[in-house]
């Protein structure tokens, strides 16, 4: 369910927002920019902001249970 998150991306050669799911921002993944037609191969530092992100929704998504339990 994750992987359908979407993330904002800037592309680096034309800096124009593009928009990607987490599965598509998965490390050494090559997206092709559709404003400038160039090949995007994500670093390591970008899929490491997304693992990142990954866990805090996951976090949150389990800090819902307890919350609703503690009424
Ligand atoms: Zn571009």
Not at 15 to 36: A, D, F, M, S, V
Not at 49 to 67: A, C, F, G, R, T
């Amino acid at each position: 369910m994750f992987d359908s998150i979407k993330l904002k991306y800037e592309c680096p050669f034309c800096n124009k927002e593009l928009e990607y799911t987490l599965k598509q921002l998965q490390k050494g993944r090559i997206l092709k920019c559709p404003h400038c037609g160039k090949e995007i191969q994500l670093e390591e530092s970008v899929s490491g902001s997304v693992q990142k992100m990954e866990n805090e929704v996951k976090d949150s998504l389990e800090n819902i249970p307890k919350k609703v339990t503690m009424k």
